[in-house]
């Protein structure tokens, strides 16, 4: 109902030209939010620009670094993508980068699609169907969230271990292994923001859609799903961005340096005593960075609406 | 095309609540029936069991020769209009009707054509490229008719569907709503709070009552005959006045004591309900229309008995004709049927009821022609029209008709 209202409202405000409408703020009201503005955008781009000047620039270590770079070179980009390190410095598991980067894209966007896919049916049964253990498991859910996930890393450690000498691929040291450790541990924060969500879409469209024959997957699918499509973009981009950062885990679970996700095998770089390869560091980071942005103008429709969830037209 | 048929139905809710009693109905095939009464009476609950969107507890329904207690709604055959109409905002209005169809799996070209036929139908054609939310309310009601006109289903079951609608619109999808049923012949289940509509839509009217059906009949019949207090005071606006009465015997014909007045009550009357003779020397409830109140200055031929003297309290003049509240003394009839009943009433005027109870003095309004020039406190008389007087027991609600 007040969904109608809403959108009802929205219409007139729509056309061009109407003289009722909202008049635009004046700037003389608003100025102090721009200053805020841009000193969010400043303080924000500031480590941004750091590492773009460290990765164009030749140089080594980050003491001598400045802000803006004297001379721009890509070496730094091309250390990382050459195998055999034959004219630089840097070690050897450099040469890994490119699988780093494919590692960490396959395990980010299958954690993000499962996840998205298996919260969005637990979420829809708990939204929509009264079943006996429902509240213990929504209880249940949250308990479990209580908990970091890191407490578990050693048990997480032993299951891996233990499983892996039955279904191979999930054993230590597998990509598979590890999307399937991830999608656990985010599991039940997001079907609570996902119920959440699917519970301000009206039942009576589900109903509607079953008296005009669907079948109960019918109606998740091509009711529920799509209306829901601003929360999965968001659970999925955070998921994404989750697992770009994630490092312990990732750190435990895989051990052979071609099997690395990126944040374990970036530290590579920076953690000898002797040989800090800040350059390509910056240059991996910003490479990494790239994905994410572009989801990021991807899906920002949705996540505007999606984080502002409850305003599904009904 | 199909009848359907309630048998001994009943709804219990999960949480113990029962919402609907035995409740047995019969509708044609073709029919326009409307479920009414007061909100929270079990209406919706009666029409979702219809729908198969509501277990049945107990009894039968069926349409056609099927009972579908165990069917889904999908095998019903049935399709449903909601209060909020339910349109899927992701998808444009075209493809909100063709929805039933594309799930049937229906021709591409056959789903085309239907979704042509229905938006013609209701004036739609234009916006059919439109999303929902870029309609107007009687848009969207109109759009949620066309996903059920689309699949020319067994079953039409409408929920309020214009109770989201300002008045005008109301009164105009009315008698859209209507044509268009007509036009289709397709049995029909309509819901409403609302009597005006009910007795304006319905060819039957089902009145419930807190899940039980009060009295289904015809409007015309509903409203000269109801069955009981709760239906009297509930149809027909403004309501019928009602007043204790005491009956007695006089000159071997049958007089109705209000206050201080008397009614005689014609012999025609009194002979088609032979049970009144039993009340003879009791009080009972009387009702008399406000149609049935006439301003005595302008009628010529008064039979002089046949009126009522009050003060006149307020008075709305509505172009066309004129009411006019009258007190006079007497005690209001305030059972629960009839607080129930009066749903117009609010809680103030409740509370002024029951002071006047005490006080023995009662408010008739009259329905008097325009013409009428009474003023507040002016006291005047009202000419009734007894041959239409109603009566009531005062202890079980029920009206006094034949033999005990
Ligand atoms: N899902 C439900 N669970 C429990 N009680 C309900 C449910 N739906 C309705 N009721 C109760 O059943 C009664 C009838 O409700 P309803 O059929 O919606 O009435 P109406 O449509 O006539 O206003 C009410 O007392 C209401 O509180
Ligand atoms: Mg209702």
Redesign the pocket.
């Known amino acids: 109902m007040t969904a109608i209202d809403q959108t009802a409202a929205a219409i007139p405000a729509a056309r061009p030209a109407t003289k009722t409408g909202p008049r635009r703020p004046k700037l003389r009201d608003t100025w102090w939010r721009h200053v805020v503005a841009w000193i969010a955008i400043v303080v924000a781009l500031f480590p941004v620009a750091y590492i773009a000047s460290a990765a164009f620039t030749g140089n080594p270590s980050l003491a001598g670094s400045s802000l803006i770079p004297r001379h721009l070179t890509l070496d730094n980009f091309k250390k990382l993508f050459s195998p055999g390190n034959s004219t630089t410095d840097i070690t050897s598991n450099a040469s890994n980068y490119p699988h780093w980067i494919l590692n960490t894209l396959i395990v980010a966007t299958s954690t993000a699609f499962f996840t998205v896919m298996l919260g969005a049916l637990a979420a829809y049964a708990f939204s929509r169907f009264r079943f006996r253990g429902r509240r213990m498991g929504m209880l249940g859910l949250l308990l479990v969230q209580m908990f970091p996930q890191m407490l578990a890393v050693v048990a997480i450690y032993l299951i891996v271990v233990h499983t892996g000498t039955v279904f191979h691929v999930l054993a230590l040291n597998t990509l598979t292994g590890l999307i399937i450790v991830y999608l656990g541990g985010v599991m039940s924060v997001n079907v609570w923001f996902m119920k959440g969500f699917f519970d301000t879409i009206p039942a009576e469209l589900d109903e509607s859609a079953r008296v005009d024959g669907a079948s109960p997957a019918q109606v998740f699918w091509g009711v529920v799903l799509p209306l829901a499509a601003p929360v999965l973009a968001v659970i999925g981009l955070f998921s994404f961005v989750g697992v770009l950062n994630e490092f312990i885990i990732a750190s435990v679970l895989l051990q052979s340096d071609k099997k690395l996700t990126l944040p374990v095998g970036m530290r590579g770089f920076i953690d000898q005593q002797f040989s800090q390869h800040w350059g390509p560091f910056a240059a991996g980071v910003l490479i990494a960075a790239v994905p994410v942005v572009i989801l990021f103008m991807f899906l920002q429709r949705f996540i505007v609406e999606g984080l502002t969830a409850g305003s599904v037209k009904g | 095309m199909a009848d359907v048929r309630f048998e001994d139905v009943d709804k219990v809710?999960?949480?113990g609540?029962q919402?609907v009693f035995d409740l047995s109905l019969n509708i044609q095939d073709g029919e326009f029936l409307v479920l009414v009464?007061p909100?929270?009476?079990?209406?919706?609950?009666a029409l979702r069991m219809v729908a198969g969107l509501e277990e049945i507890s107990d009894g039968t329904i069926s349409i056609g020769a099927r009972v579908v207690n165990d069917l889904t709604p999908k095998e019903r055959d049935i399709a449903m209009v909601f209060q909020n109409y339910a349109l899927y905002p992701h998808l444009s209005v075209g493809d909100n009707i063709a929805f039933g169809l594309r799930l049937r799996k229906t021709p591409k070209k056959t789903v085309e054509e239907r979704v042509q036929w229905a938006a013609r139908l209701l004036g739609l054609t234009q916006y059919l490229d439109r999303r929902p939310k870029e309609l107007s309310g009687g848009q969207r009601q109109r759009v949620a008719m066309g996903r059920a006109i689309v699949r020319q289903p067994q079953v039409f079951l409408m929920d309020e569907p214009l109770s989201n609608l300002d008045a005008k619109l109301r009164v105009q999808m009315r008698a859209e709503i209507g044509r268009i049923q007509r036009e289709l012949g397709t049995t029909t289940i309509y819901?409403t709070?609302d009597q005006t509509e009910a007795m304006t839509m319905g060819d039957h009217v089902a009145v419930m009552r807190k899940g039980e059906l009060q009295q289904m009949d015809t409007p015309q019949k509903l409203y000269s005959d109801p069955k009981n207090l709760f239906v009297a005071s509930f149809i027909g606006s403004p309501s019928m006045n009602l007043v204790e009465a005491q009956i007695v015997r006089q000159n071997g014909g049958l007089v109705a004591r209000i206050g201080d007045q008397e009614l005689p009550v014609p012999g025609e009357l009194s002979s088609a309900r032979p049970a009144l003779t039993g009340y003879v020397g009791r009080k009972v409830a009387l009702g008399v229309r406000p149609e049935q109140l006439e301003d005595a200055s302008l009628v010529r031929d008064g039979a002089n008995g046949n009126r009522l003297r009050g003060r006149v309290v307020l008075t709305e003049a509505l172009g066309s004709e004129l009411l006019a509240h009258v007190e006079l003394s007497g005690k209001p009839v305030v059972t629960d049927d009839v607080l129930e009943g009066a749903v117009e009433l609010e809680d103030a005027m409740v509370d002024d009821l029951a002071q006047k109870a005490d006080e023995e003095r009662t408010t008739f309004i009259g329905r008097f022609v325009a013409a009428s020039d009474v003023r507040p406190d002016h006291v005047i008389d009202m000419v009734v029209d007894t041959e239409k007087l109603q009566f009531f027991d005062l202890e079980t609600g029920n009206a006094i008709r034949a033999g005990e």
């Open positions: 809710y999960d949480n609540v919402a009464g909100s929270g009476c079990g209406k919706t609950t819901v709070h």
